[in-house]
């Protein structure tokens, strides 16, 4: 999978929006950018993926920049349940499906009350 | 809606004893990943499946690991000789084919070796 840079915590307020960014500058044509989340004792959770235009679903929504060396997970009105540990990955893919990923250390999301 | 699920929860096992977790994955996926994590890790690829044949393995995969997948569906993964390096979360993920598809992770067997 291509490199992606993420920081390693954020804080943000509960109810409020929350951006998490990503770089991938090295991305290339044809990777995909895909967000994961894993919550306290749970198996990671498929958040989002995109490939050039901007993404929405009933989780998230997914901005990615225009040259797509960057992209920024939104959480629109973050909630306590929102804490977790978000990956920022571009997979590898190979013979018509996903090859194994390979995690970072993600972002820390910390949502205070 | 049926996710992936992981068998046993929690596997608390002697050092030196063989253990094997077992995975179900979505059903109409054909792929299906196996990867271990360790406190304050992210998860770390170990090997996948598409049906039944097994196309990578990571060079985490020691000889004392074998991971099969029979008929295509389940798969298993052994751990024999168990050291306590061995300690970790084991979570297994399933995908559909396709470009960009994501995978799908199941909420893992935690393995503790005294």
């Known amino acids: 999978d291509a490199k992606t840079t993420q920081p390693n915590s954020m804080e943000s307020n509960e109810e409020e929006p929350v951006h998490l960014p990503c770089n991938h500058s090295?991305?290339?044509?044809?990777?995909?950018i895909h967000w994961y989340r894993q919550l306290p004792s749970q198996g990671p959770e498929y958040v989002i993926h995109?490939?050039?235009s901007n993404v929405n679903n009933r989780m998230a929504s997914l901005a990615i920049a225009e040259d797509r060396k960057s992209s920024t997970l939104i959480l629109h009105r973050a909630t306590l349940r929102d804490a977790a540990v978000y990956y920022c990955?571009?997979?590898?893919?190979?013979?018509?499906?996903?090859?194994?990923?390979?995690f970072g250390k993600g972002t820390h999301l910390i949502i205070q009350p | 809606d049926t996710g992936v699920s992981q068998n046993p929860r929690h596997k608390i096992t002697k050092r030196g004893q063989n253990v094997t977790f077992r995975c179900d994955p979505i059903?109409?996926?054909?792929?299906l990943y196996w990867y271990r994590q360790t406190l304050g890790q992210g998860p770390e690829f170990l090997t996948y499946?598409?049906?039944?044949?097994?196309?990578?393995k990571s060079r985490l995969l020691s000889d004392r690991f074998s991971a099969e997948r029979p008929k295509g569906s389940f798969s298993t993964l052994e751990i024999q000789r168990t050291e306590q390096g061995d300690s970790a979360m084991y979570l297994c993920?399933?995908?559909?084919?396709?470009?960009?598809?994501?995978?799908?992770f199941g909420d893992g067997t935690r393995l503790s070796i005294l």
């Open positions: 993920a399933s995908s559909s084919q396709g470009d960009g598809v994501p995978q799908h």
């Open positions: 090295t991305i290339s044509g044809t990777d995909y």
């Open positions: 995109g490939l050039t």
């Open positions: 990955i571009l997979p590898r893919y190979s013979g018509g499906g996903a090859d194994g990923l390979t």
């Open positions: 059903s109409e996926h054909n792929r």
């Open positions: 499946f598409q049906n039944e044949a097994q196309l990578e």
